[in-house]
């Protein structure tokens, strides 16, 4: 099957690509020159997860060890919530493209709809009194239309969104003279978001998935056992492979991206190895009756003390 997407703008995305949140800086430099060597074209960080200068250096080094064209490697950041507010956007762009040492980002997308007030540029979780800063004045169409001007700038091939509720999407693709080529959402076999991978459908905007392992290693998430589930296991049985090729094989099969993280060389390969097996409709038929639904979701904005006070907060 193909590795890749075309998205609406024309860019090809691989349809697998190594997440980089929570990877420290001091460990994601080789996780990148190792998913690099390891065949991954696609690179996914973002401003806030403060690691931007160490993932750009794995792909440097990368480059440079092998002699190949950076437009071989699709790299995508995030506009942090500190940036939703006017010429925020251009500014915190550039700010990535220096820490990545890049003239352009493959894809640039907006973090999420909920703007915050930080004191600096570093500050990307503000917080007073014990609660996030929120910027009650977030106007997403003015951020989109920020969007649009820095891919008109050439320093990003195209843009998308992440974390938008469907009414927030579809404001987005009601007005914009481009529209989002890419949503990144929570998306993975127990938190499968039909109602959202239609409206994405419906206007040629590509998936990636987050957490499409279910985020196995984030503090104080309980309860996560997606790579245990029995369905997943049995299916991971039945083709020689382990539950997160077969979790990632359930996506990419869909032609949703995927951005597995990891550190570790072995998984960093394996991660990427879903390509020399195929589930049947059966398979694909039992993996997708293990959604919970809304119950499913993970990653919930309102958690974060103040985040529920602003009126774009997701969910
Ligand atoms: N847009 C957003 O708001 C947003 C939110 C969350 C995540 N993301 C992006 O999506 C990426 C993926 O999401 P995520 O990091 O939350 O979750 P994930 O990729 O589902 O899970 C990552 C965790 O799984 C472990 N792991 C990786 N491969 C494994 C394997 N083959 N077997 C067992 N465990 C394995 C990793 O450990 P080791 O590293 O120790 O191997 C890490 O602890 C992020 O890194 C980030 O780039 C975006």
């Known amino acids: 099957m193909e590795k890749t997407v075309t998205l609406s703008c024309g860019s090809r995305m691989p349809l697998v690509g190594l997440g980089c949140w929570q990877s420290p800086p001091e460990q994601v430099t080789q996780a990148v020159e190792a998913a690099l060597d390891a065949g991954y074209r696609h690179i996914d960080t973002a401003y806030n997860y403060l690691n931007e200068e160490a993932v750009g250096a794995g792909l440097r080094n990368w480059l440079a060890k092998t002699g190949k064209n950076r437009s071989e490697v699709f790299v995508v950041t995030k506009l942090p919530m500190i940036g939703m507010h006017e010429g925020g956007v251009e500014k915190f762009l550039k700010r990535s493209l220096k820490k990545l040492q890049l003239d352009y980002v493959d894809l640039y997308l907006v973090h999420g709809p909920v703007g915050l007030i930080g004191k600096d540029e570093d500050d990307v979780f503000p917080v007073v009194d014990g609660k996030l800063n929120v910027d009650f004045g977030t106007d997403l169409i003015a951020v989109w239309k920020e969007m649009e001007k820095v891919k008109a700038l050439g320093l990003t091939r195209s843009i998308g969104v992440s974390n938008f509720t469907i009414p927030q999407l579809r404001k987005i693709c009601a007005v914009a003279k481009v529209k989002p080529s890419v949503h990144q959402i929570e998306l993975n076999a127990h938190f499968q978001q039909h109602d959202m991978q239609e409206l994405c459908k419906s ?99 309102a958690t974060r003390p103040g985040l529920a006070d602003h009126p774009e907060c997701p969910h």
């Not at 056992?225 to 296991?233: A, K, N, Q």
């Not at 550190?263 to 990427?272: D, F, L």
Request: hydrophobic share 45%.
């Open 203 to 301: 206007h040629n905007v590509a998936i990636t998935a987050y957490a499409p392992l279910g985020s196995p290693g984030r503090k104080n998430l309980s309860g996560c056992t997606m790579l245990e589930d029995p369905v997943v296991r049995l299916v991971a049985e039945r083709h020689g492979v382990s539950s997160a090729q077969v979790l990632l094989r359930f996506l990419v099969q869909q032609g949703i991206i995927a951005i597995p993280k990891s550190v570790t060389p072995s998984r960093i390969v394996a991660n990427n190895d879903v390509w020399k097996f195929a589930l049947s409709d059966t398979e694909m038929a039992a993996l997708k009756s293990l959604d919970k639904g809304p119950e499913g979701r993970t990653f919930v904005f």
